[in-house]
């Protein structure tokens, strides 16, 4: 007690309570992730970044005032010279400064790759408006890349509809139906990129796919890679043959229902591998081993015409690729390509050929599965005509991983189909006639240089 009066009667220090926490928008942005990069607040923002660096003097800035000029001389204006030198610095700092994460996380030269790409996302009017477009346009923008085409294909003698059940899943129409405002799916998705980052150059085109597919060759040509998103695979094919011509690369993504399937036609693709290797001693650092691997694809009808009972002969290594899920989508897509449409669930006669499209698909890859009847097989593909949100957002994510990985030829991209199924909530990778293989070892310093 006297110990305790003590204390009260002796005059203390008032305490410092800690300051209240605020947050700046600024600060709130540092959460996201690597690809999804804030961008930097404005100037005018009610919020000063008291944190920007300061541009060092540019070497080209003329002097404001000569050594004998008087102080009351009105300085002299800068030449065009100087200013786009100081221009080009300060979009240089910028630069580092939004994308300060990524480059700490794949590297500068990684990033200058990303930065000096051109990529085009193709689709449909109900294609674009769907929350997989929306998805990977979405982490394309925020990468950083450099030059995004958003295309609208309209496909002749089919009226263009967007997606009404797909509504919910495009956050950049505000809950609104494109069309409701006379303006394209395409010009919504350059409207939502643009405001999440005005660095990268946007443009919007709509091109009519005759049967030539000429006018979409023209639109395409110059680009480094293509995303055909949400298109049946009859459109695959064809931009497929395409791309082959112009010799761009592409990537196809679709979502049906609570699957999806994402393809990678990329040509002959070099990449760099890197593999961590097991210390030698308890108190070493692991060894990352990097290498230079190539892999040569195959367009999309060699693909789904490859059989695995020729392709793997061993049963249990053929079995092992050749897994429910896999088949499963196979068939489903051999189905979509022979009658042009995807299948009724309600529908007997739609059961029953789905039903001879899986025997057949199991017949001609020399598996069985147990178990697996009609019932079964329909309970995969229900609802495959919708879109499932979180379907949907996990595949454009996807979809746009895979683009990055490819623009930056670094970690092996998907070789060469990539299937998903939402009620197991798991996807593989079959390599259906694509080849990998080692072509050397990385030495120190040569990644920047490929």
């Not at 379907?391 to 670094?410: D, F, H, P, R, S």
Request: aromatic letters at 4%; proline letters at 6%.
């Amino acid at each position: 007690r006297s110990r305790s009066r003590s204390r009260s009667a002796s005059p203390s220090k008032p305490a410092h309570a800690p300051a209240p926490l605020s947050f700046t928008p600024a600060d709130l942005a540092t959460t996201r992730s690597p690809m999804q990069s804030p961008i930097k607040p404005s100037s005018t923002s009610a919020t000063p970044n008291t944190h920007k660096r300061r541009r060092p003097p540019s070497p080209h800035a003329t002097s404001s005032r000569s050594p004998t000029s008087s102080p009351t001389k009105p300085k002299r204006q800068r030449t065009s010279q100087s200013a786009t030198s100081d221009k080009d610095a300060d979009a240089d700092a910028d630069a580092d400064e939004i994308y300060d994460r990524q480059i700490r996380l794949w590297g500068a030269a990684a990033q200058l790759r990303v930065s000096s790409a051109r990529v085009a996302i193709l689709g449909t009017a109900r294609g674009l408006s769907r929350g997989l477009a929306v998805e990977a346009v979405k982490n394309l923008a925020l990468a950083g890349i450099g030059h995004l085409s958003l295309v609208q294909l309209a496909i002749p003698n089919q009226v263009e509809e967007h997606d009404e059940d797909g509504k919910p899943t495009n956050f950049f129409a505000a809950a609104q139906r494109a069309h409701e405002h006379g303006t394209s799916a395409a010009n919504v998705l350059e409207a939502g990129a643009r405001a999440l980052n005005p660095r990268v150059a946007l443009e919007s085109v709509r091109v009519n796919g005759g049967s030539d597919m000429r006018a979409v060759k023209d639109v395409l040509r110059g680009h480094d890679l293509v995303l055909l998103v949400d298109a049946p695979p009859s459109t695959a094919v064809a931009v497929n043959v395409v791309t082959r011509e112009l010799g761009v690369k592409l990537l196809v993504g679709n979502v049906v229902g609570m699957n999806a399937w994402v393809f990678a036609d990329l040509l002959a693709h070099g990449y760099i591998k890197e593999t961590e290797m097991a210390p030698e001693s308890k108190d070493a650092e692991p060894v990352v081993v990097r290498t230079h691997r190539k892999s040569t694809y195959v367009p999309l009808t060699e693909a789904l015409g490859v059989e695995l009972k020729h392709a793997v002969p061993k049963p249990r290594d053929r079995q092992r690729m050749a897994t429910v899920t896999a088949v499963g989508m196979l068939a489903l897509l051999r189905y979509w390509l022979d009658h042009g449409a995807l299948p009724e669930n309600a529908c007997e006669e739609d059961r029953q050929r789905t039903w001879n499209a899986w025997q057949a698909e199991c017949k001609r890859h020399g598996v069985e599965f147990d178990g697996v009847g009609q019932d079964e097989l329909m309970h995969m593909y229900r609802g495959c005509k919708g879109e499932i949100n979180p379907i949907a957002a996990m595949t454009g994510g996807i979809l746009a991983q895979e683009a990055v990985k490819t623009i930056q030829q670094k970690r092996a991209p998907v070789n060469n189909l990539f299937v998903f199924v939402g009620d197991i909530a798991s996807g593989e990778v079959v390599a259906l006639g694509s080849k990998d293989e080692l072509v050397g070892t990385v030495k120190d310093g040569e990644e920047e240089k490929q």
